[in-house]
């Protein structure tokens, strides 16, 4: 059986911050087209890239695979 917990969170000091927006902005995304497009709540990368929290893992997932980059390259 395979236990997963969506709720184990990222702090902003193991996640990229900078890649995950260069790498957005490089895409010609906003915020909000990103989050739809990754299908993440409204706000959650204006938070994130303030350096206001963190994300669950799951989070990371969606948005690496909405950016089509593994989650890992998003972590120091």
Known sequence: MTIRNP?????????NIKKLKKLRQNQGLSQNALERKAGVGLGILSRLEAGKGGITVDTLVKIAKALDMPPAYFLD
Not at 7 to 14: A, E, H, P, R, V
């Open 7 to 15: 709720l184990i969170i990222i702090g902003f000091m193991g996640l």
